[in-house]
C-alpha cells in the first residue's frame, strides 16, 4: 500500500516500526531518561509554553498530527505505525500526557517489538494525570502482565474492571477477566518450572524482523522457518499487516551452528505470501501457505539435497475457501491434522484431521472437537514421535497470555474416524517455555530433546524470534522427567542391486512388539537417501517397496551399544521370473503352522504388489529348523507354505497364480545352534514365476 505521507514512503516506514539499529539505541536512551528524570508537570502542545524553539515546536505538531492519523485510522488495525511519529513529538515534548498514553498504547500492539517498554510511558500518562483514559489501568494491567508481574497486573485489571457497566461494556468485561485468570495460571505456573534451557538461535537466524513458523529435518541439520525482510520476493508490502510479505527461509547446522539464513527463492516463494505449515516425518515433503486463493495449503517435495519441486496445491478435501494455515502428518502418514478458519467449529481458528486410509484415499475432515479447540484460535499444530501426543498453540484452555503452547494425548485407535472424546484435557506445558506473549509453531524434533519454536521474549533481536529449548531429563511426550533415552539415527541408500541406480522407494517401520507401523516415508527421488530417528533397543521391521521391485523386508537393528548412527544399504531385485525375495516376519513359532498378525501384516503387502501386477504368480516356499524328523518337518514346512496361500486367495489373489512346497529342514541360511538361527531357519521364501 502506498503511504498518505510524503514524508515516508511504505517501505522506510516499516523499517521504522521493525525499529533498526538506530532507533533501538534512540528507545533505550528514551526509557533510560525517562526512568531517571522525575516526572513534572503536565506540558501540553501549544506553541507559548515553547517560546525559543518554534521551529522545534512545529516539527513536533507535524510529526504528532502525522501519527494521530494512523493512531485513529478507523480502516486500519495498525496502530502501531504511528510510533516513530509519536516518538519524534516526545523528544521535543516528554511531558505530555496525552502523548505519553498514545505511546504506550501503540507499543503494546500485536506487531509491536518494544511492547516491554510500554510500561514507562504508561506510567508517565498515569503520573503526569490519573484521569488520562478511561482504559489507562487495563493498558498499565497489560504492561504488567508481559513483564510478568502478576500481582500489579491484576490490580491494574481489577481497577479497569471497577469501572465497568455490565449492560454496556459486557465484552471489555469478559476480556478482563480472562487477563486476571491468565495472570493467575501464569503466577502458578512460575511456581513450578520446567527443567529446561531456552537459546535464542541469533543473528544467523533472527533478525529486527519477525521470524516464525520453524520446521527442523529429524537430524536436525536443517532449518526450514518463514520471515518479513526486505529481500521479500517482489519486495511487496501486505496491506493487512503493512509489514513485507511472508518468504521462507532455509538454514543448516555446520561445524555446531546454524549458517546464515537464506531466501529459498523463486523454488518456493512467490511474491504473495508464502509460508511454511509443515514438514513430513522424512523431511521430504514440506507444506507451504500461500495468500493467494484465500489463503491455501501447498506441498513441495525435496528433488536432491538442495532443491525443492514446484509447490502444488493440496486437494479441497483440506483446503477450502476460507484460511488454512498450518499443517502436520503423523510419522505413520495415515493421519494430517491441520488448522482452517472454515465455519462450523468452536472459535475463530480450529485444528480439524483427516485420516488416510490403506489405499491413499482421504476421509473427509473432521473437527478435533471442543477438547482440543475453544472459542478463541488455535495454531500450529504438532506431533510427538510418538504418533499419539500432539502438540498445539491456543489462545483459550488455561493460557498465561497470548497463545500457549499446549500438550494432549489420544487414548484411542488412530484407525479411521478418531473419537474426539478421547483426547486427554490440553496441558500447558509451562514456564519457561510459555510467557505472557504469544509462544507458538512449536516444533518438536525427532530425538526430543529439543523443540523449536516462535516466542516473544524480553531481549529478543526482532518482535517474533526463533528460540531452541533443550530438555534436560524430561520426557516429552508426558513432560515428566526420565532417565535419558538413546536413539539412533538409521540411515542409507535404496539402489537397484544390479545396475546400483539410487531408487525411490516408499519405506516403513513397524514394531514388533506392537505390529503397528511407527514410520512411513520415501527415499529421496534423485538421490536414494533415507532417514529415520527410532529409540535404541527397539525390535523392528523395515519394509521396501518400489515400483517394478521386488519388496524388501528385514528386521532393523538398532542396538543400544552401537553409535549415534547406523547406516544399511538397501538393494532391491528387480520383479522378474526367477527373482527371489522373503519376507522376515513370516518365520512362524516354533511348531506352528498358523499365521500370526506380523506375517499377515506382510502378506497385506504382498496382495497390494498382486494387485499391481495382474500377470504376477509366485512359488512358495516354507522352511524348518532341525529339531524333529525329517517325516514332521516336511509335513509342517507344507502346512506352513499352504497357510501363505491360503491367506492370500481368501483375499482375492486366484488360486492359478500360486503354488506352495515344503522343504523341511533342507538349506537352512543361519546357524541351528542357536535360538535365533532356529527362527531364521523357519522362514518363507517366494519365486516370481511369471510376470
Not at 348 to 362: C, F
Not at 400 to 422: A, C, I, Q
Request: glycine content about 8%; some cysteine; charged content about 20%.
Amino acid at each position: 500500500m502506498k503511504n498518505s505521507f510524503d514524508a515516508c514512503n511504505s517501505k522506510d516506514l516499516y523499517e521504522l516500526i521493525c525499529i533498526k539499529p538506530i532507533m533501538k539505541k534512540y528507545l533505550f536512551l528514551s526509557f533510560l531518561l525517562s526512568t531517571l528524570v522525575t516526572y513534572g508537570q503536565n506540558v501540553t502542545f501549544d506553541k507559548k509554553n515553547f517560546p525559543n524553539d518554534l521551529p522545534g515546536y512545529k516539527k513536533a505538531v507535524d510529526s504528532l498530527n502525522y501519527g494521530d492519523a494512523l493512531y485513529y485510522d478507523k480502516k486500519s488495525s495498525n496502530d502501531y505505525l504511528a510510533l516513530p511519529y509519536y516518538l519524534t513529538a516526545e523528544k521535543f515534548n516528554p511531558n505530555n500526557d496525552e502523548l505519553n498514553y498514545k505511546i504506550g498504547v501503540v507499543m503494546l500492539s500485536h506487531n509491536s517489538a518494544v511492547k516491554i517498554t510500554s510500561l514507562t510511558y504508561l506510567k508517565k500518562a498515569f503520573d503526569l494525570n490519573p484521569n488520562i483514559a478511561p482504559d489507562i489501568h487495563y493498558y498499565l494491567g497489560r504492561a504488567y502482565h508481559l513483564r510478568s508481574e502478576w500481582e500489579t497486573a491484576k490490580q491494574e485489571y481489577t481497577a479497569y474492571l471497577n469501572t465497568l457497566d455490565p449492560t454496556k461494556n459486557p465484552k471489555e468485561i469478559a476480556d478482563t477477566k480472562k487477563k486476571i485468570e491468565e495472570c493467575n495460571t501464569g503466577e502458578e505456573l512460575a511456581k513450578h518450572p520446567i527443567k529446561v534451557t531456552i537459546e535464542n538461535l541469533g543473528p544467523n537466524i533472527n533478525t529486527e524482523y519477525p521470524e516464525y513458523g520453524v520446521l527442523v529435518n529429524a537430524d536436525e541439520t536443517e532449518m526450514i522457518f518463514t520471515s518479513k525482510r526486505p529481500e521479500t520476493t517482489g519486495s511487496n508490502i501486505d496491506e493487512g499487516s503493512s509489514q513485507y510479505t511472508e518468504d521462507i527461509y532455509i538454514s543448516h547446522f555446520v561445524n555446531g551452528a546454524w549458517t546464515k539464513a537464506t531466501n529459498s527463492s523463486t523454488s518456493l516463494n512467490s511474491s504473495d505470501n508464502d509460508a511454511t505449515a509443515g514438514i513430513s516425518a522424512d523431511g521430504k515433503t514440506l507444506y507451504i501457505y500461500r495468500g493467494d486463493k484465500g489463503g491455501d495449503l501447498y506441498t513441495a517435495q525435496l528433488v536432491n539435497d538442495s532443491t525443492w519441486s514446484k509447490p502444488i496445491i493440496m486437494n479441497t478435501k483440506l483446503n477450502s475457501k476460507y484460511f488454512e494455515t498450518s499443517i502436520c502428518v503423523a510419522p505413520d502418514g495415515k493421519i494430517i491434522y491441520f488448522v482452517s478458519e472454515r465455519p462450523g467449529g468452536f472459535g475463530g481458528r480450529d485444528i480439524y484431521v483427516i485420516a488416510v486410509d490403506s489405499l491413499g484415499n482421504w476421509g473427509d475432515a473432521q473437527n478435533l472437537g471442543p477438547i482440543i479447540n475453544t472459542k478463541y484460535n488455535e495454531e500450529g499444530i504438532a506431533v510427538h514421535p510418538d504418533g499419539k501426543t500432539i502438540y498445539f498453540s491456543s489462545e483459550g484452555h488455561n493460557t498465561m497470555g497470548g497463545y500457549d503452547v499446549f500438550r494432549s494425548h489420544y487414548s484411542g485407535s488412530l484407525k479411521g474416524t478418531l473419537d474426539t472424546k478421547k483426547w486427554s484435557v490440553p496441558e500447558n506445558i509451562g514456564s519457561p517455555i510459555n510467557t505472557p506473549d504469544d509462544d507458538v509453531f512449536f516444533c518438536i524434533s525427532a530425538s526430543g530433546k529439543h523443540a523449536y519454536y516462535s516466542s516473544v521474549r524480553d531481549g529478543g533481536v526482532g518482535e517474533k524470534d526463533i528460540y531452541r529449548i533443550n530438555f534436560l531429563n524430561i520426557d516429552t511426550a508426558n513432560l515428566q522427567p526420565i532417565a535419558k533415552t538413546k536413539l539412533i539415527n538409521i540411515m542409507g541408500l535404496v539402489v537397484d542391486s544390479s545396475t546400483h541406480k539410487r531408487i525411490e522407494a516408499t519405506i516403513d517401520i513397524t514394531d514388533n512388539n506392537t505390529h503397528k507401523v511407527i514410520a512411513h516415508f520415501k527415499s529421496n527421488v534423485t538421490t536414494g537417501q533415507y532417514k529415520v530417528t527410532l529409540p535404541a533397543g527397539g525390535n523392528y521391521q523395515i519394509s521396501v517397496n518400489a515400483e517394478g521391485f521386488a519388496p524388501y523386508s528385514d528386521s532393523l537393528e538398532a542396538p543400544v551399544d552401537t553409535g549415534d548412527v547406523n547406516e544399511k544399504t538397501i538393494s532391491l531385485q528387480h520383479l522378474e521370473v526367477g527373482t527371489n525375495f522373503s519376507f522376515n516376519n513370516i518365520d512362524f513359532d516354533f511348531g506352528k503352522t498358523t499365521l500370526n498378525t506380523a506375517a499377515k501384516a506382510e502378506l497385506d503387502n504382498l496382495i497390494d504388489i498382486f494387485n499391481k501386477h495382474p500377470k504376477l504368480k509366485l512359488s512358495v516356499a516354507a522352511y524348518t529348523d532341525n529339531i524333529g524328523s525329517i517325516e514332521v518337518n516336511l509335513r509342517v514346512s507344507n502346512k506352513r507354505a499352504q497357510a501363505v496361500v491360503d491367506y492370500l486367495t481368501s483375499h482375492g489373489i486366484e488360486a492359478n497364480r500360486l503354488s506352495s512346497h515344503g522343504y523341511g529342514k533342507a538349506h537352512p541360511i543361519a546357524t541351528n545352534k542357536t535360538k535365533a538361527g532356529r527362527r531364521k531357519n523357519r522362514r518363507t521364501e517366494f519365486t516370481v514365476t511369471g510376470i
